[in-house]
């Protein structure tokens, strides 16, 4: 199994070709694509779940901008949202491989420097306990899968 992931910043319409053929030459099973736009989709993975829609914030966001997407070839059982999880900038999946067997996939765009407009990574530092508590309760309500 491939696993891809590519922060392809918003996907701007004057990219998108270039992009896709990118997808396409790093042929991927899965992909987990960072801010990203829903126009963007691989070629070999028709599933999907998104994050919320990225807030207009900034001149590159246009309707359709996600901070995150996960495309996949296999079937999506579902996305999973947790009361504590960040659902604008995460998002998850249940993937089923098939033969009884399923995958949980994680993708989030962490805080960096200067986001939010907050001085150094104070931002980051908060957000990095979170998801690993995010993680962990995924494994307690998924002990058997793969994360």
């Known amino acids: 199994m491939r ?19 990118v997808l396409a030459n790093n042929s991927a099973d899965i992909w987990v ?9 691989p070629a070999n993975c028709a599933n999907v779940v998104h994050s919320e829609p990225r807030p207009k914030n900034w001149w590159k966001i246009r309707p359709g901008s996600r901070w995150v997407s996960i495309w996949s070839k296999y079937p999506i059982i579902k996305r999973l949202v ?12 249940l993937i089923d491989l098939g033969e009884t ?11 960096w420097k ?9 931002e980051h530092e908060r957000i990095i306990p ?17 994360l």
Not at 4 to 21: H, P
Not at 33 to 41: G, N, R, S, W
Not at 114 to 122: E, L, N, P, Q, V
């Open 3 to 21: 696993i891809g992931t590519w922060n392809v910043e918003y996907a701007d319409e004057s990219r998108l070709d270039s992009l896709r053929q």
């Open 82 to 93: 947790l009361d504590s999880g960040d659902n604008e900038r995460s998002v998850m999946a």
């Open 33 to 41: 694509l960072t801010e990203t736009h829903d126009d963007l989709v």
């Open 130 to 146: 979170m998801q690993g508590a995010e993680w962990l309760e995924l494994r307690e309500n998924y002990p058997d899968t793969p």
């Open 114 to 122: 200067d986001d939010r407009k907050i001085a150094g990574w104070s």
């Open 101 to 111: 067997k399923s995958l949980l996939v994680y993708g989030t765009v962490l805080p």
